[in-house]
Protein backbone atom coordinates (compact mmCIF):
# COMPACT_ATOMS: atom_id res chain seq x y z
CA UNK A 1 0.00 0.00 0.00
CA UNK A 2 1.06 3.31 -0.69
CA UNK A 3 2.77 5.66 2.28
CA UNK A 4 0.29 8.15 3.87
CA UNK A 5 1.45 11.43 4.68
CA UNK A 6 -0.09 12.79 7.82
CA UNK A 7 0.99 15.20 10.48
CA UNK A 8 -0.93 12.21 13.22
CA UNK A 9 0.93 8.90 11.83
CA UNK A 10 -1.78 7.52 14.32
CA UNK A 11 -4.86 8.52 12.59
CA UNK A 12 -5.34 6.79 9.23
CA UNK A 13 -6.84 7.82 5.99
CA UNK A 14 -8.17 5.07 4.95
CA UNK A 15 -10.57 2.51 6.03
CA UNK A 16 -10.90 -0.81 4.50
CA UNK A 17 -14.12 -1.71 6.23
CA UNK A 18 -16.17 0.84 5.24
CA UNK A 19 -14.57 -0.06 1.23
CA UNK A 20 -15.33 -3.78 1.96
CA UNK A 21 -18.76 -2.67 2.76
CA UNK A 22 -19.46 -0.55 -0.02
CA UNK A 23 -18.31 -3.28 -2.54
CA UNK A 24 -20.16 -6.28 -0.54
CA UNK A 25 -23.22 -3.56 -0.58
CA UNK A 26 -22.76 -3.24 -4.59
CA UNK A 27 -22.83 -7.09 -5.14
CA UNK A 28 -25.79 -7.75 -2.51
CA UNK A 29 -27.70 -4.71 -4.31
CA UNK A 30 -27.05 -4.21 -7.45
CA UNK A 31 -28.94 -1.49 -8.32
CA UNK A 32 -27.40 0.27 -5.84
CA UNK A 33 -25.13 1.21 -9.01
CA UNK A 34 -27.81 3.43 -10.55
CA UNK A 35 -28.07 6.08 -7.52
CA UNK A 36 -24.56 5.66 -6.51
CA UNK A 37 -21.94 4.27 -9.57
CA UNK A 38 -21.73 7.39 -11.54
CA UNK A 39 -20.69 9.33 -8.27
CA UNK A 40 -17.99 7.16 -7.24
CA UNK A 41 -14.11 7.21 -9.09
CA UNK A 42 -12.13 4.11 -8.08
CA UNK A 43 -8.89 5.63 -8.30
CA UNK A 44 -9.35 7.88 -5.35
CA UNK A 45 -12.19 6.43 -3.45
CA UNK A 46 -11.07 3.38 -2.73
CA UNK A 47 -7.70 3.07 -0.98
CA UNK A 48 -7.26 -0.70 -0.89
CA UNK A 49 -5.90 -2.09 -4.60
CA UNK A 50 -8.35 -5.36 -4.36
CA UNK A 51 -10.88 -3.30 -3.16
CA UNK A 52 -10.37 -0.89 -6.15
CA UNK A 53 -10.02 -3.97 -8.30
CA UNK A 54 -13.69 -5.23 -6.95
CA UNK A 55 -15.38 -2.28 -8.08
CA UNK A 56 -13.84 -1.65 -10.95
CA UNK A 57 -14.83 -5.16 -11.93
CA UNK A 58 -18.19 -4.73 -10.63
CA UNK A 59 -18.96 -1.72 -12.52
CA UNK A 60 -17.71 -3.80 -16.03
CA UNK A 61 -20.20 -6.65 -14.54
CA UNK A 62 -22.90 -4.20 -14.45
CA UNK A 63 -22.60 -2.58 -17.61
CA UNK A 64 -21.59 -5.36 -20.10
CA UNK A 65 -22.72 -8.81 -18.75
CA UNK A 66 -25.31 -8.91 -16.34
CA UNK A 67 -27.42 -7.27 -13.90
CA UNK A 68 -27.92 -10.08 -11.64
CA UNK A 69 -25.33 -11.41 -9.60
CA UNK A 70 -24.70 -14.72 -9.01
CA UNK A 71 -21.96 -16.99 -7.98
CA UNK A 72 -22.20 -18.55 -11.35
CA UNK A 73 -22.10 -15.79 -12.93
CA UNK A 74 -19.45 -13.62 -11.27
CA UNK A 75 -17.32 -16.67 -11.48
CA UNK A 76 -17.82 -17.07 -15.60
CA UNK A 77 -17.41 -13.36 -15.92
CA UNK A 78 -14.02 -12.84 -13.61
CA UNK A 79 -12.55 -15.81 -15.49
CA UNK A 80 -13.09 -14.54 -19.13
CA UNK A 81 -9.88 -12.20 -18.82
CA UNK A 82 -6.14 -13.73 -17.90
CA UNK A 83 -5.14 -10.85 -15.67
CA UNK A 84 -8.98 -9.86 -14.05
CA UNK A 85 -8.84 -14.12 -13.40
CA UNK A 86 -5.24 -14.04 -11.27
CA UNK A 87 -6.45 -10.89 -9.26
CA UNK A 88 -10.08 -12.68 -8.65
CA UNK A 89 -8.42 -15.70 -7.61
CA UNK A 90 -5.58 -13.88 -5.24
CA UNK A 91 -8.29 -12.38 -3.19
CA UNK A 92 -9.96 -14.92 -2.92
CA UNK A 93 -12.13 -15.51 -5.70
CA UNK A 94 -16.46 -15.41 -4.69
CA UNK A 95 -16.10 -16.57 -0.96
CA UNK A 96 -14.32 -13.03 -1.25
CA UNK A 97 -17.02 -11.54 -1.84
CA UNK A 98 -19.56 -13.36 -0.52
CA UNK A 99 -18.28 -12.76 2.92
CA UNK A 100 -18.29 -9.05 2.34
CA UNK A 101 -22.03 -9.37 1.03
CA UNK A 102 -22.92 -11.47 4.08
CA UNK A 103 -21.38 -8.49 6.57
CA UNK A 104 -23.24 -5.72 5.06
CA UNK A 105 -26.28 -4.02 5.46
CA UNK A 106 -27.21 -2.05 2.23
CA UNK A 107 -30.36 -0.66 3.53
CA UNK A 108 -27.54 1.69 5.50
CA UNK A 109 -25.77 2.28 2.21
CA UNK A 110 -25.50 5.54 2.30
CA UNK A 111 -23.92 6.11 5.35
CA UNK A 112 -21.20 3.96 4.16
CA UNK A 113 -20.94 6.08 1.07
CA UNK A 114 -20.29 9.30 2.82
CA UNK A 115 -17.69 7.91 5.24
CA UNK A 116 -15.84 6.39 1.86
CA UNK A 117 -16.05 9.87 0.43
CA UNK A 118 -14.99 11.65 3.98
CA UNK A 119 -11.42 9.40 3.62
CA UNK A 120 -11.38 10.52 -0.32
CA UNK A 121 -11.74 14.11 0.16
CA UNK A 122 -9.10 13.52 3.41
CA UNK A 123 -6.53 11.93 0.93
CA UNK A 124 -6.74 14.01 -1.69
CA UNK A 125 -6.72 16.90 0.91
CA UNK A 126 -3.51 15.93 2.46
CA UNK A 127 -1.65 15.28 -0.80
CA UNK A 128 -1.73 18.88 -1.92
CA UNK A 129 -0.57 19.78 1.67
CA UNK A 130 -4.16 21.02 3.52
CA UNK A 131 -3.73 19.94 7.54
CA UNK A 132 -5.92 17.09 7.38
CA UNK A 133 -4.43 15.98 10.94
CA UNK A 134 -6.36 18.39 12.43
CA UNK A 135 -9.65 16.70 11.41
CA UNK A 136 -8.88 13.24 11.98
CA UNK A 137 -8.21 13.73 15.52
CA UNK A 138 -11.16 15.97 15.77
CA UNK A 139 -13.10 13.63 18.53
CA UNK A 140 -16.35 13.75 16.58
CA UNK A 141 -14.57 12.78 13.47
CA UNK A 142 -16.81 10.00 12.95
CA UNK A 143 -19.83 12.25 13.06
CA UNK A 144 -18.04 14.34 10.48
CA UNK A 145 -20.07 14.08 6.93
CA UNK A 146 -17.89 14.73 3.66
CA UNK A 147 -19.65 18.08 2.99
CA UNK A 148 -17.99 19.17 6.65
CA UNK A 149 -14.60 17.81 4.96
CA UNK A 150 -15.21 20.40 2.08
CA UNK A 151 -16.48 23.13 4.19
CA UNK A 152 -13.96 23.11 6.36
CA UNK A 153 -11.57 23.14 3.93
CA UNK A 154 -13.20 25.89 1.67
CA UNK A 155 -11.18 28.77 2.09
CA UNK A 156 -8.28 27.09 0.45
CA UNK A 157 -9.90 24.61 -1.63
CA UNK A 158 -7.67 24.07 -4.69
CA UNK A 159 -8.38 21.07 -6.83
CA UNK A 160 -10.33 18.05 -5.64
CA UNK A 161 -10.90 15.12 -7.89
CA UNK A 162 -13.10 13.13 -6.28
CA UNK A 163 -17.13 13.69 -7.21
CA UNK A 164 -19.37 14.55 -4.23
CA UNK A 165 -22.55 15.34 -5.80
CA UNK A 166 -22.10 14.49 -9.20
CA UNK A 167 -20.63 18.24 -9.63
CA UNK A 168 -18.56 19.51 -12.05
CA UNK A 169 -15.78 22.48 -12.64
CA UNK A 170 -17.23 25.36 -15.05
CA UNK A 171 -15.15 25.81 -18.01
CA UNK A 172 -14.10 29.02 -20.17
CA UNK A 173 -16.65 29.19 -22.44
CA UNK A 174 -15.39 29.84 -26.01
CA UNK A 175 -11.79 29.14 -25.27
CA UNK A 176 -11.88 25.98 -27.59
CA UNK A 177 -14.05 27.85 -30.66
CA UNK A 178 -12.14 27.39 -33.32
CA UNK A 179 -11.17 23.36 -32.44
CA UNK A 180 -15.08 23.16 -31.95
CA UNK A 181 -15.57 24.48 -35.33
CA UNK A 182 -13.44 22.12 -36.88
CA UNK A 183 -14.89 19.32 -34.98
CA UNK A 184 -18.45 20.50 -37.02
CA UNK A 185 -17.27 20.31 -40.13
CA UNK A 186 -15.83 16.55 -39.37
CA UNK A 187 -18.76 15.81 -37.56
CA UNK A 188 -21.60 17.91 -37.83
CA UNK A 189 -23.91 18.59 -34.88
CA UNK A 190 -26.87 15.94 -36.27
CA UNK A 191 -28.63 12.83 -34.24
CA UNK A 192 -29.90 9.95 -35.81
CA UNK A 193 -32.24 10.25 -38.48
CA UNK A 194 -36.12 9.92 -37.59
CA UNK A 195 -38.48 7.82 -40.74
CA UNK A 196 -39.65 11.57 -41.78
CA UNK A 197 -37.47 13.97 -44.19
CA UNK A 198 -38.55 16.92 -42.40
CA UNK A 199 -38.11 15.62 -38.69
CA UNK A 200 -34.70 14.87 -39.28
CA UNK A 201 -34.13 18.44 -41.31
CA UNK A 202 -35.90 20.67 -39.11
CA UNK A 203 -35.15 19.00 -35.56
CA UNK A 204 -31.34 18.17 -36.46
CA UNK A 205 -32.34 14.54 -36.11
CA UNK A 206 -32.50 13.10 -32.81
CA UNK A 207 -29.80 14.49 -31.05
CA UNK A 208 -28.53 12.84 -27.18
CA UNK A 209 -29.46 14.74 -24.32
CA UNK A 210 -32.48 16.08 -26.04
CA UNK A 211 -36.40 15.78 -25.22
CA UNK A 212 -38.96 15.54 -27.51
CA UNK A 213 -42.55 15.98 -26.83
CA UNK A 214 -45.35 14.65 -29.42
CA UNK A 215 -49.01 15.83 -28.71
CA UNK A 216 -52.01 15.01 -30.07
CA UNK A 217 -55.83 14.41 -28.83
CA UNK A 218 -57.01 10.99 -27.00
CA UNK A 219 -56.97 8.33 -28.89
CA UNK A 220 -55.80 9.60 -32.06
CA UNK A 221 -53.08 7.44 -32.52
CA UNK A 222 -49.99 9.14 -30.73
CA UNK A 223 -48.90 5.21 -29.34
CA UNK A 224 -48.93 4.01 -32.63
CA UNK A 225 -46.77 6.32 -34.01
CA UNK A 226 -44.43 6.13 -31.34
CA UNK A 227 -44.59 2.21 -31.75
CA UNK A 228 -43.44 2.99 -35.42
CA UNK A 229 -40.68 5.63 -34.58
CA UNK A 230 -39.23 3.09 -31.91
CA UNK A 231 -39.28 0.64 -34.49
CA UNK A 232 -37.49 2.69 -36.73
CA UNK A 233 -34.71 3.67 -34.35
CA UNK A 234 -34.52 -0.21 -33.37
CA UNK A 235 -34.90 -2.23 -36.08
CA UNK A 236 -32.99 0.31 -38.93
CA UNK A 237 -30.71 2.45 -36.59
CA UNK A 238 -29.82 -0.28 -35.28
CA UNK A 239 -30.34 1.40 -31.28
CA UNK A 240 -31.22 0.48 -27.84
CA UNK A 241 -34.16 1.48 -26.79
CA UNK A 242 -36.29 1.82 -23.55
CA UNK A 243 -40.39 1.88 -23.73
CA UNK A 244 -41.69 2.85 -20.69
CA UNK A 245 -46.14 3.29 -20.71
CA UNK A 246 -48.15 3.73 -18.02
CA UNK A 247 -51.76 3.43 -20.41
CA UNK A 248 -50.60 0.85 -22.50
CA UNK A 249 -49.36 -2.73 -21.78
CA UNK A 250 -47.38 -4.93 -23.38
CA UNK A 251 -49.47 -6.56 -26.02
CA UNK A 252 -50.75 -3.14 -27.12
CA UNK A 253 -47.39 -1.95 -27.81
CA UNK A 254 -46.57 -4.70 -29.94
CA UNK A 255 -49.31 -4.93 -31.94
CA UNK A 256 -48.81 -1.26 -32.80
CA UNK A 257 -45.29 -2.09 -33.61
CA UNK A 258 -45.97 -5.71 -35.88
CA UNK A 259 -48.68 -3.43 -37.47
CA UNK A 260 -45.87 -0.84 -38.55
CA UNK A 261 -43.70 -3.02 -40.14
CA UNK A 262 -45.89 -5.08 -41.70
CA UNK A 263 -47.35 -1.64 -43.74
CA UNK A 264 -43.94 0.63 -43.91
CA UNK A 265 -42.00 0.25 -46.70
CA UNK A 266 -39.15 1.80 -45.07
CA UNK A 267 -38.61 -2.10 -43.30
CA UNK A 268 -38.89 -3.75 -46.21
CA UNK A 269 -42.43 -4.61 -46.00
CA UNK A 270 -45.45 -3.21 -47.22
CA UNK A 271 -48.29 -5.97 -47.06
CA UNK A 272 -51.39 -3.41 -46.32
CA UNK A 273 -52.36 -5.41 -43.36
CA UNK A 274 -54.59 -4.03 -40.68
CA UNK A 275 -53.72 -4.72 -36.61
CA UNK A 276 -57.48 -5.71 -35.87
CA UNK A 277 -56.87 -9.09 -38.74
CA UNK A 278 -53.27 -9.35 -37.02
CA UNK A 279 -54.50 -9.51 -32.87
CA UNK A 280 -57.68 -11.21 -34.05
CA UNK A 281 -55.80 -13.61 -36.75
CA UNK A 282 -58.31 -13.46 -39.02
CA UNK A 283 -56.15 -13.36 -42.67
CA UNK A 284 -57.70 -13.35 -45.80
CA UNK A 285 -55.84 -15.83 -47.02
CA UNK A 286 -52.96 -17.96 -45.42
CA UNK A 287 -50.95 -16.49 -47.48
CA UNK A 288 -51.22 -13.28 -45.53
CA UNK A 289 -50.81 -15.46 -42.02
CA UNK A 290 -46.86 -16.29 -43.25
CA UNK A 291 -46.02 -12.81 -44.15
CA UNK A 292 -46.86 -11.95 -40.93
CA UNK A 293 -44.82 -14.70 -39.47
CA UNK A 294 -42.03 -13.26 -41.91
CA UNK A 295 -42.54 -9.91 -40.22
CA UNK A 296 -42.73 -11.44 -36.39
CA UNK A 297 -39.43 -13.64 -37.12
CA UNK A 298 -37.66 -10.45 -38.46
CA UNK A 299 -38.81 -8.39 -35.35
CA UNK A 300 -37.79 -11.47 -32.94
CA UNK A 301 -34.32 -11.25 -35.09
CA UNK A 302 -33.66 -7.72 -35.01
CA UNK A 303 -35.29 -5.95 -31.79
CA UNK A 304 -33.23 -4.33 -29.16
CA UNK A 305 -36.32 -2.48 -27.25
CA UNK A 306 -36.81 -3.16 -23.61
CA UNK A 307 -40.20 -2.46 -22.32
CA UNK A 308 -41.68 -1.52 -19.05
CA UNK A 309 -45.35 -1.30 -17.73
CA UNK A 310 -45.15 1.85 -15.30
CA UNK A 311 -47.87 0.55 -12.57
CA UNK A 312 -45.64 3.31 -10.51
CA UNK A 313 -44.59 6.13 -12.99
CA UNK A 314 -43.32 8.16 -10.11
CA UNK A 315 -40.50 10.72 -10.84
CA UNK A 316 -38.82 8.18 -9.05
CA UNK A 317 -39.50 5.07 -10.69
CA UNK A 318 -38.80 6.71 -14.14
CA UNK A 319 -35.25 7.53 -13.18
CA UNK A 320 -34.43 4.54 -11.88
CA UNK A 321 -35.62 2.34 -15.01
CA UNK A 322 -33.98 4.82 -17.26
CA UNK A 323 -30.41 4.89 -15.37
CA UNK A 324 -30.83 0.53 -14.93
CA UNK A 325 -31.57 0.35 -18.39
CA UNK A 326 -28.37 3.07 -19.73
CA UNK A 327 -26.33 1.71 -17.32
CA UNK A 328 -26.75 -1.83 -17.78
CA UNK A 329 -27.92 -2.56 -20.66
CA UNK A 330 -26.69 0.46 -23.23
CA UNK A 331 -30.11 1.92 -23.99
CA UNK A 332 -29.41 5.08 -25.79
CA UNK A 333 -32.99 6.33 -26.52
CA UNK A 334 -36.15 6.27 -24.11
CA UNK A 335 -39.84 6.19 -25.07
CA UNK A 336 -42.01 7.69 -22.29
CA UNK A 337 -46.22 7.14 -23.02
CA UNK A 338 -48.50 9.10 -21.52
CA UNK A 339 -46.41 12.00 -20.06
CA UNK A 340 -48.75 12.97 -17.01
CA UNK A 341 -48.08 13.90 -13.40
CA UNK A 342 -48.01 11.25 -10.81
CA UNK A 343 -51.10 11.24 -8.68
CA UNK A 344 -51.98 14.19 -10.17
CA UNK A 345 -52.80 16.10 -13.64
CA UNK A 346 -51.99 20.14 -12.29
CA UNK A 347 -49.55 21.60 -14.07
CA UNK A 348 -46.54 22.22 -11.51
CA UNK A 349 -46.40 17.93 -11.08
CA UNK A 350 -46.79 17.54 -15.01
CA UNK A 351 -44.01 20.23 -16.12
CA UNK A 352 -41.84 18.70 -12.71
CA UNK A 353 -42.37 15.34 -14.35
CA UNK A 354 -41.05 16.79 -17.87
CA UNK A 355 -37.77 18.48 -15.70
CA UNK A 356 -37.41 14.93 -14.66
CA UNK A 357 -37.18 13.39 -17.79
CA UNK A 358 -34.90 16.65 -19.24
CA UNK A 359 -32.73 16.22 -16.40
CA UNK A 360 -32.01 12.41 -17.25
CA UNK A 361 -31.56 13.22 -21.05
CA UNK A 362 -28.66 15.59 -19.95
CA UNK A 363 -27.33 13.53 -16.74
CA UNK A 364 -27.48 9.92 -18.61
CA UNK A 365 -26.42 11.71 -22.64
CA UNK A 366 -29.20 9.89 -23.76
CA UNK A 367 -32.91 11.11 -26.01
CA UNK A 368 -36.06 11.19 -24.59
CA UNK A 369 -39.19 11.02 -26.70
CA UNK A 370 -42.65 11.46 -24.53
CA UNK A 371 -46.33 11.76 -25.75
CA UNK A 372 -48.43 13.74 -24.15
CA UNK A 373 -52.63 14.95 -24.58
CA UNK A 374 -53.84 17.34 -25.58
CA UNK A 375 -57.05 19.21 -24.74
CA UNK A 376 -60.74 18.23 -25.61
CA UNK A 377 -60.96 21.71 -27.01
CA UNK A 378 -58.13 21.74 -29.16
CA UNK A 379 -61.13 19.87 -31.40
CA UNK A 380 -62.24 23.09 -32.48
CA UNK A 381 -59.28 25.23 -32.72
CA UNK A 382 -57.03 25.43 -36.44
CA UNK A 383 -54.37 23.67 -36.51
CA UNK A 384 -52.46 26.90 -37.09
CA UNK A 385 -53.34 28.40 -34.31
CA UNK A 386 -52.29 25.56 -31.86
CA UNK A 387 -49.68 25.79 -29.14
CA UNK A 388 -49.05 25.15 -26.00
CA UNK A 389 -52.10 26.29 -24.22
CA UNK A 390 -53.53 23.25 -25.93
CA UNK A 391 -51.32 21.01 -24.09
CA UNK A 392 -53.65 19.37 -21.32
CA UNK A 393 -53.10 20.71 -17.21
CA UNK A 394 -49.23 21.60 -18.64
CA UNK A 395 -49.02 24.15 -20.81
CA UNK A 396 -45.88 24.94 -18.62
CA UNK A 397 -43.87 22.11 -20.09
CA UNK A 398 -43.27 23.52 -23.23
CA UNK A 399 -40.17 25.70 -21.00
CA UNK A 400 -38.48 22.44 -20.45
CA UNK A 401 -38.18 20.30 -23.74
CA UNK A 402 -35.92 20.55 -26.62
CA UNK A 403 -38.80 20.09 -29.94
CA UNK A 404 -42.62 19.73 -29.63
CA UNK A 405 -44.68 19.25 -32.15
CA UNK A 406 -48.68 19.17 -31.97
CA UNK A 407 -50.37 17.70 -34.12
CA UNK A 408 -54.54 17.31 -35.22
CA UNK A 409 -56.32 14.91 -37.42
CA UNK A 410 -57.97 17.17 -40.05
CA UNK A 411 -61.89 17.01 -40.54
CA UNK A 412 -62.58 15.93 -44.20
CA UNK A 413 -65.16 19.01 -44.63
CA UNK A 414 -62.46 21.30 -43.93
CA UNK A 415 -59.77 19.82 -47.01
CA UNK A 416 -60.90 23.08 -48.99
CA UNK A 417 -59.38 25.23 -46.68
CA UNK A 418 -56.02 24.22 -46.68
CA UNK A 419 -52.76 23.13 -49.62
CA UNK A 420 -50.30 21.84 -49.10
CA UNK A 421 -46.30 21.90 -50.89
CA UNK A 422 -43.55 19.92 -50.59
CA UNK A 423 -40.61 20.25 -48.23
CA UNK A 424 -39.16 22.97 -50.35
CA UNK A 425 -42.04 25.05 -50.69
CA UNK A 426 -43.07 23.52 -54.42
CA UNK A 427 -45.84 21.95 -56.27
CA UNK A 428 -48.78 23.25 -54.31
CA UNK A 429 -51.56 21.00 -54.24
CA UNK A 430 -55.03 20.02 -52.79
CA UNK A 431 -55.62 17.50 -50.07
CA UNK A 432 -57.40 14.21 -51.55
CA UNK A 433 -60.72 13.45 -49.97
CA UNK A 434 -60.11 10.05 -50.23
CA UNK A 435 -57.11 9.89 -47.12
CA UNK A 436 -56.77 11.29 -44.11
CA UNK A 437 -53.72 14.11 -42.86
CA UNK A 438 -52.40 15.45 -39.50
CA UNK A 439 -51.27 18.77 -39.33
CA UNK A 440 -48.32 19.14 -37.00
CA UNK A 441 -47.47 22.16 -35.39
CA UNK A 442 -43.90 23.06 -35.27
CA UNK A 443 -44.18 24.77 -31.58
CA UNK A 444 -40.70 24.75 -30.57
CA UNK A 445 -37.63 23.49 -31.44
CA UNK A 446 -34.02 24.25 -30.83
CA UNK A 447 -32.44 22.31 -33.95
CA UNK A 448 -34.07 24.89 -36.52
CA UNK A 449 -37.24 26.60 -37.32
CA UNK A 450 -40.71 26.79 -36.06
CA UNK A 451 -44.53 27.80 -36.62
CA UNK A 452 -44.68 25.90 -39.37
CA UNK A 453 -46.96 22.80 -39.91
CA UNK A 454 -46.42 19.72 -41.39
CA UNK A 455 -48.80 17.70 -43.12
CA UNK A 456 -48.56 14.14 -42.85
CA UNK A 457 -50.87 11.27 -44.31
CA UNK A 458 -52.27 8.68 -41.68
CA UNK A 459 -53.97 5.32 -41.63
CA UNK A 460 -53.84 4.05 -38.17
CA UNK A 461 -55.40 0.80 -38.92
CA UNK A 462 -52.12 0.31 -41.42
CA UNK A 463 -49.93 2.30 -38.36
CA UNK A 464 -48.75 3.74 -41.62
CA UNK A 465 -47.34 8.35 -41.45
CA UNK A 466 -46.34 9.21 -44.57
CA UNK A 467 -44.83 13.02 -44.64
CA UNK A 468 -45.98 14.71 -47.72
CA UNK A 469 -45.22 18.57 -47.21
CA UNK A 470 -45.94 21.86 -45.43
CA UNK A 471 -49.76 22.69 -44.71
CA UNK A 472 -51.02 26.05 -46.00
CA UNK A 473 -54.06 28.01 -45.59
CA UNK A 474 -56.01 28.49 -47.80
CA UNK A 475 -56.98 32.03 -47.59
CA UNK A 476 -60.15 33.24 -49.68
CA UNK A 477 -61.91 29.54 -48.17
CA UNK A 478 -64.15 30.10 -44.79
CA UNK A 479 -64.22 29.95 -41.46
CA UNK A 480 -63.25 26.63 -39.72
CA UNK A 481 -66.87 25.28 -38.15
CA UNK A 482 -67.18 23.49 -34.83
CA UNK A 483 -66.85 19.50 -35.24
CA UNK A 484 -68.59 17.32 -32.73
CA UNK A 485 -66.42 14.88 -34.31
CA UNK A 486 -63.62 13.42 -36.11
CA UNK A 487 -65.47 11.18 -37.90
CA UNK A 488 -65.98 11.01 -42.16
CA UNK A 489 -62.99 10.00 -43.79
CA UNK A 490 -62.81 8.22 -47.20
CA UNK A 491 -60.65 5.30 -47.21
CA UNK A 492 -57.10 5.82 -47.70
Same mark, same amino acid.
Given at each position: ???? *???? $?? *???????????????????????????????????????????????FETFYKTFSQEVTDSKVNTFMLQQE??????? $????? *??? %? +???????????????? +?????????????????????????????????????????????????????????????????????????????????????????? &????? $???????????????????????????????????? %???????????????????????????IPERNIVLGDYDSEEQADKVLEVAE????????????????????????????????????????????????????? $????????? !????????????????????? !???????????????????????????????????????????? &??GERELDRKKMYYGQKVDKNRGGGKG??????????????????????????????????? %??????
Amino acid at each position: MADV *KLED $KE *KKSYDISTESIVIGSFFKNPDLYIEYGTLIRSKYDFFDEHMRFLFDSFETFYKTFSQEVTDSKVNTFMLQQEDRKIKYK $KIGGW *KTI %N +RMMSLCDENDFKNHFD +RLKKYSLIREFDKKGFPVGRILNHPKFDKITAEQVIQSMRASVDKIHTIIGGGEDSVVLGSDMKSSVLNWRKSPAMGIEFPWENWTNLFR &GWRLK $KLFVDGMLSNEGKSRRMTFLAAFISLILGKKILIMA %NEMDEEDIKAGMITAVCNNPVFGFEYNIPERNIVLGDYDSEEQADKVLEVAEYIENNTKIYFKEMSDYSDTSIEHEVKKHTLGLGVEYFFYDTLKGHKSDNWETV $KQTTTKLKD !ICMAMNVGGYATIQLTDDSLF !IDIFDFSSNNIANAKQLKHVVDCMVLEKRIHIDDYSRYTFVDSW &GQGERELDRKKMYYGQKVDKNRGGGKGMVLLTEVDLDLNTWYEVGILKKNMSSSKQKNRPNQ %NGYGKK
